[in-house]
């Protein structure tokens, strides 16, 4: 079957994905993997598969947003994907987890307008604990900080009059801030599939802590680095309990 969108058909997929939002950083996944090949590029999506440890891995890039993510997640998830982790960047709400830092999304609060078109507004939208656990596990055994906790998923990337949201998340506990994971969460249990996140942080969204935007440094390409390989370990554990 053709995946109409991201033109890529169901056999060639396998039941774990790897997604994230840059294309060109879906390549660098791939290319962490063995007999890689791409399958297409089409508009934001590019997908690629190949093997860990023998286990076949889709690699796909969703874009930037929760409803062209979503897209691609259901897409994903029709062509056979059971098992969805994303990889990507997020904004930082507190001083003891900076930059460089890795965050593995427990759940995520529903700031964003995709998921309120599809489940009531007091639905969850909740990872699944497994894969939590294998991404954390995974993260540990890297050489930096990880925690694991709540994200939020904001549409809004520039502010406008509005003021963001930050202040009261971060009071409530959240860890940090992003645009894909709840959108990611609802339609894998919508759909009765596997979702987990980790991102690496690449700044302060936190007003009091807000510095000049620059993901481009060192240390959050080594962070990147790290959360890519603790995805692909994840989907490793995850392989070895089924």
């Given at each position: 079957?053709?995946?109409?969108?991201?033109?890529?058909?169901?056999?060639?997929?396998?039941?774990?994905?790897?997604?994230?939002?840059?294309p060109?950083?879906?390549e660098?996944?791939?290319?962490?993997?063995d007999h890689?090949?791409?399958?297409?590029?089409?508009?934001?999506?590019?997908?690629?598969?190949?093997?860990?440890?023998?286990v076949?891995?889709t690699?796909a890039?969703?874009?930037?947003?929760?409803?062209?993510a979503?897209?691609?997640?259901?897409?994903?998830?029709?062509?056979?994907?059971?098992t969805?982790?994303?990889?990507?960047?997020?904004?930082?709400?507190?001083a003891?987890?900076p930059?460089?830092s890795?965050v593995?999304?427990?759940a995520?609060v529903r700031e964003e307008?995709?998921?309120?078109?599809?489940v009531p507004?007091g639905?969850p939208?909740?990872?699944?604990?497994?894969?939590?656990?294998?991404?954390?596990?995974?993260?540990?055994?890297?050489?930096g900080?990880?925690?694991?906790?709540?994200?939020v998923t904001?549409?809004?990337f520039?502010?406008?009059?509005?003021?963001?949201?930050?202040?009261k998340?971060?009071q409530?506990?959240?860890?940090?801030?992003?645009m894909?994971?709840a959108?990611l969460?609802?339609?894998a249990?919508?759909?009765?599939?596997?979702?987990?996140?980790?991102?690496?942080?690449?700044?302060y969204?936190?007003?009091?802590?807000?510095?000049?935007y620059?993901?481009?440094?060192?240390?959050?390409?080594?962070?990147?680095?790290?959360?890519?390989?603790t995805?692909?370990?994840a989907v490793?554990k995850?392989?070895?309990?089924?």
């Amino acid at each position: 079957m053709l995946l109409p969108i991201l033109q890529v058909h169901s056999e060639d997929l396998s039941p774990y994905a790897i997604v994230c939002g840059d294309p060109f950083r879906a390549e660098v996944i791939a290319s962490k993997l063995d007999h890689s090949k791409e399958l297409a590029f089409s508009r934001e999506y590019r997908t690629f598969v190949g093997e860990f440890q023998g286990v076949p891995i889709t690699v796909a890039s969703h874009g930037v947003g929760s409803p062209g993510a979503a897209v691609c997640f259901e897409e994903l998830i029709k062509g056979g994907v059971k098992t969805l982790i994303r990889v990507g960047t997020a904004g930082s709400y507190s001083a003891d987890v900076p930059p460089g830092s890795l965050v593995v999304s427990t759940a995520a609060v529903r700031e964003e307008g995709l998921t309120r078109q599809l489940v009531p507004h007091g639905f969850p939208a909740v990872a699944d604990l497994d894969v939590v656990q294998a991404l954390y596990e995974a993260a540990s055994e890297t050489e930096g900080l990880v925690r694991r906790g709540i994200t939020v998923t904001l549409d809004a990337f520039f502010q406008g009059v509005e003021e963001f949201p930050h202040r009261k998340y971060k009071q409530a506990g959240a860890l940090a801030v992003e645009m894909e994971i709840a959108a990611l969460y609802v339609i894998a249990l919508l759909r009765g599939v596997r979702a987990g996140a980790i991102v690496a942080l690449d700044g302060y969204a936190d007003a009091d802590l807000r510095e000049v935007y620059n993901p481009h440094t060192d240390v959050v390409a080594h962070a990147v680095e790290r959360e890519i390989m603790t995805a692909i370990r994840a989907v490793i554990k995850l392989h070895a309990k089924a």
